[in-house]
């Protein structure tokens, strides 16, 4: 039986997984054009799956070399020397590859891999080697390197990417023998190599990977994706699930992360959810979905450990991610900008029409949790929130009215009132994060939270809580008369009708000392929206 897969490449013979077909055709054009290219995307993003798809479509035009750098160690990247040996060892790793050399290439890489350490080969005598199997062979070569970044901190790997670019170059100018393609998959973005391993005293005017194709196939699983996989699943299993609705709500909080999706999947099929969710039984709902979800957020993972490891390491990349999350802030994409180039390098972010955004919804809420966790505001938050507690959650059911109520006395206890300047940076800069951090602890471990912009002149942001299968919508906005408000009214009020929900809240941030801060009931209609002013 089939089973989802979170490590490693997935086998379409052993699991469930999104058809890649259409994808590996996409691909399979820019190896036909001759290209060399580097897929590089954040980790755990269908890398090395993808490659071993490609490489089965390759085989039945091309020969196909294919390499994986994690198979040299961190010695094999100290010389040149080192590395022609090291390089030659993964082709004895691979015994279909090494039988199928033109003999007098398989005598070369013996002879390499005997030679004594003061008379070893150099790179260019490989690449010598490499060109001579180009020109033997039937077939065109076309060689496919997985995890080049475990090389990208050293100089020989440069070297190796001069060596190709020579090549290639060769090729067209010359008509010599060369790669038909290469292809090499990893996080860095190579291209960028040169700034990032070189003083810029002993730099080249040039990268030795300025050669490389772009690469703009989207490697996200699409909704109509998922469900296929989902349709498989179901065939097997006959859960009875709406496998569209499930696809859709799937791909809304993953945005198509490989990782993600597999993993909400894995974790629903396998029966990973608290005993305490009520539909176990039938768990392939919107509400298993939204549980899978919130058993991921703080699960630890290789692929949380590897991001969050880059937000402790790097100050400006999380200052950036903070900005965008807290602040409410549209940033526009700017592609010389070299913090936004590694955050999507990394997978944390991604251009949405020019405006930045956080890639998908569960890195969003994985990273609120973290920036929460480390405010300067978690003590004064906490301690008043969690006194309330067993009076803000009554028979399952969250009393958001009190929690905002709450929230604002203690923000009236807190706040320097004599200081007309921190009150209005308390507004514009920290009042949606103490207002999350004080919402984090009451439904910490029961339930989650979203924020989502509702447009895109930064005063208005939405809270989307969901606990214990209901959802809370607060809209959190700065206060700019009641003009303005009338018009988060009407809001509030088209989000509660696209939900089929008759209560909604807004919570208002002001420095106007003419208003009176607290909470009031209004019907509009058969709707009730709670309004709070801070």
């Not at 013979?13 to 054009?29: F, G, N």
């Not at 944390?348 to 251009?351: A, K, L, P, S």
């Given at each position: 039986?089939?089973?989802f897969?979170?490590t490693?490449?997935?086998i379409p013979?052993?699991?469930?997984?999104?058809?890649?077909?259409?994808?590996?055709?996409?691909?399979?054009?820019?190896v036909?054009d001759g290209?060399?290219f580097?897929?590089?995307?954040?980790?755990?993003?269908g890398?090395?799956?993808?490659?071993?798809?490609?490489?089965?479509?390759?085989?039945?035009?091309?020969?196909?070399?294919?390499?994986d750098?994690?198979g040299?160690?961190q010695?094999?990247f100290s010389?040149e020397?080192?590395?022609v040996?090291?390089?030659?060892?993964?082709f004895?790793?691979?015994?279909?590859?090494?039988?199928?050399?033109?003999?007098?290439?398989r005598?070369?890489?013996?002879?390499?891999l005997?030679?004594?350490s003061?008379?070893?080969s150099?790179?260019d005598?490989l690449?010598?080697?490499?060109?001579?199997?180009?020109?033997l062979?039937?077939?065109?070569?076309v060689l496919l390197?997985?995890?080049?970044d475990?090389?990208?901190?050293?100089?020989v790997?440069?070297?190796?990417?001069?060596q190709?670019?020579d090549a290639?170059?060769?090729r067209?100018?010359?008509d010599?023998?060369?790669?038909?393609?290469?292809?090499?998959?990893?996080?860095?973005?190579?291209?960028?190599?040169?700034s990032?391993?070189?003083?810029?005293?002993?730099?080249?005017e040039?990268s030795?990977?300025n050669?490389?194709?772009?690469?703009?196939i989207d490697?996200?699983?699409?909704?109509?994706?998922?469900?296929?996989?989902?349709d498989?699943?179901?065939?097997?299993?006959?859960?009875?699930?709406?496998?569209?609705?499930?696809?859709?709500?799937?791909r809304?909080?993953t945005?198509?992360?490989?990782?993600?999706?597999?993993?909400?999947?894995q974790i629903?099929?396998?029966?990973m959810?608290p005993e305490?969710?009520?539909?176990r039984?039938?768990p392939?709902t919107?509400?298993?979905?939204?549980?899978?979800?919130?058993?991921?957020?703080?699960?630890?993972?290789?692929?949380?450990?590897?991001?969050?490891?880059?937000?402790?390491?790097?100050?400006?990349?999380?200052s950036?991610?903070?900005?965008?999350?807290?602040?409410?802030?549209?940033v526009?994409?700017?592609?010389?900008?070299?913090?936004?180039?590694?955050?999507?390098?990394?997978g944390?972010?991604?251009?949405n029409?020019?405006t930045?955004?956080?890639?998908?919804r569960?890195?969003?809420?994985r990273?609120?949790?973290?920036f929460i966790?480390?405010?300067?505001?978690?003590?004064?938050?906490?301690?008043?929130?969690?006194?309330?507690?067993?009076?803000?959650?009554?028979g399952?059911?969250l009393?958001?009215?009190?929690?905002?109520?709450?929230?604002?006395?203690?923000?009236a206890?807190?706040?320097n009132?004599?200081d007309?300047?921190?009150?209005?940076?308390?507004?514009?800069?920290?009042?949606?994060?103490?207002?999350?951090?004080y919402?984090?602890?009451?439904?910490?471990g029961v339930?989650?939270?979203?924020?989502e912009?509702?447009n895109r002149?930064?005063?208005?942001?939405?809270v989307v809580?969901?606990?214990?299968?209901?959802?809370?919508?607060?809209e959190?906005?700065?206060?700019?008369?009641?003009?303005?408000?009338?018009?988060?009214?009407?809001?509030i009020?088209?989000?509660?009708?696209?939900?089929g929900?008759?209560?909604?809240?807004l919570?208002?941030?002001s420095?106007?000392?003419?208003?009176?801060?607290?909470?009031?009931?209004?019907?509009?209609g058969?709707?009730?929206i709670?309004?709070?002013?801070?």
């Open positions: 039986m089939k089973k897969n979170t490693a490449v997935c013979q052993k699991h469930y997984m999104v058809d890649i077909t259409d994808r590996v055709k996409e691909i399979k054009k820019l036909d290209e060399y580097t897929i590089n995307r954040a980790r755990q993003y890398k090395t799956t993808t490659l071993a798809a490609l490489k089965r479509e390759l085989e039945q035009d091309y020969f196909v070399i294919s390499l750098f994690q040299i160690s010695r094999g010389t020397e080192d590395f040996q090291a390089f030659c060892r993964l004895k790793k691979s015994p279909a590859t090494y039988n199928a050399m033109p003999e007098e290439v005598d070369s890489i013996e002879e390499y005997t030679l004594k003061d008379n070893r150099k790179m005598e690449f010598l080697t490499l060109v001579r199997w180009c020109a062979s039937s077939k065109g070569v390197i997985d995890e080049v475990s090389a990208t901190n050293n100089q790997f440069l070297d190796f990417l001069s190709l670019r290639y170059i060769r067209d100018t010359e010599a023998p060369a790669f038909q393609s290469v292809v090499l998959a990893g996080v860095t973005d190579i291209k960028h190599l040169k990032k391993i070189r003083d810029e005293a002993d730099s080249k040039n030795p990977w050669i490389a194709a772009d690469f703009t490697m996200s699983l699409s909704e109509d994706g998922i469900k296929g996989m989902l498989e699943y179901e065939v097997d299993h006959h859960t009875g699930m709406d496998t569209a609705e499930i696809a859709r709500l799937i809304e909080y945005n198509g992360y490989p990782f993600l999706v597999s993993r909400i999947c629903i099929d396998q029966g959810l305490t969710f009520e539909g039984d039938d392939w919107e509400d298993g979905v939204i549980e899978a979800v919130k058993y991921i957020i703080t699960e630890k993972n290789t692929l949380f450990d590897s991001l969050m490891g880059k937000v402790r390491s790097y100050d400006n990349l999380r950036q991610l903070k900005e965008i999350l807290f602040n409410g802030e549209t526009a994409y700017l592609p010389d900008n070299k913090d936004q180039e590694q955050l999507i390098m990394y944390f972010i991604v251009n029409h020019n930045i955004a956080v890639a998908n569960i890195f969003e809420m990273l609120y949790n973290y966790g480390e405010s300067k505001f978690v003590e004064e938050m906490r301690g008043d929130a969690l006194d309330n507690k067993p009076e803000f959650i009554k399952g059911k009393n958001v009215p009190l929690i905002m109520e709450r929230f604002i006395k203690t923000q206890y807190i706040r009132l004599n007309e300047e921190a009150e209005k940076r308390f507004i514009e800069d920290e009042g949606r994060e103490k207002f999350l951090t919402l984090s602890p009451i439904i910490n339930g989650t939270f979203s924020v912009e509702r002149d930064r005063r208005r942001m939405d809580i969901h606990y214990r299968g209901k959802r809370y919508i607060i959190l906005k700065i206060w700019h008369g009641d003009r303005y408000n009338a018009k988060g009214e009407k809001q009020m088209d989000y509660l009708g696209s939900y929900l008759d209560t909604g809240y919570l208002s941030f420095f106007n000392k003419t208003k009176e801060p607290g909470v009031e009931e209004i019907r509009i058969d709707k009730i709670y309004e709070g002013i801070v």
